[in-house]
């Protein structure tokens, strides 16, 4: 788990294709965490549908592999995120709990994505995930 020696969280950075969300890390494992997010004000292409309701957004953001960063997680590394729940958060500066999944990009996908906008890049991550770099309960998606 995330240590928090200093008392304050850790941010979290997630693009899911959708949507851009940021946060804090509440929980942090070997590749799993849980963080509380709040949609950033960049989302993706003009005339992409945003769902807001919690059930309809979490079917989306299960169906994914997305991208996430955060300084608590493999020293701030861009890794591959699959959301695995969703719930509306109770405090009111941000607008989910999220328990997801991740593991790091592997290096020779890193040059490619730098030379990507991000909708393009996320496209190609989704091409790439192979089933090796995804833990095994997220195989099979």
Known sequence: MVRRE????????LWTGDAEYEGDVLAAGEDRLIARIRLTDRVSAPGT??????IERQCRMIRRVGFGQSPAVHEGALLQFRVTALQPCRDPLFVYVLAGSFAPIADEHLEPLSR????EAF??????????????WLRSG
Do not use: I, T
């Open 6 to 13: 200093s008392g304050r969280n850790e941010s979290f950075w």
């Open 123 to 136: 496209r190609y991550l989704q091409a790439c995930s192979s089933p090796v770099s995804l833990p095994g």
């Open 49 to 54: 549908l945003v769902p807001l309701d919690v």
């Open 116 to 119: 990507m906008g991000s909708n």
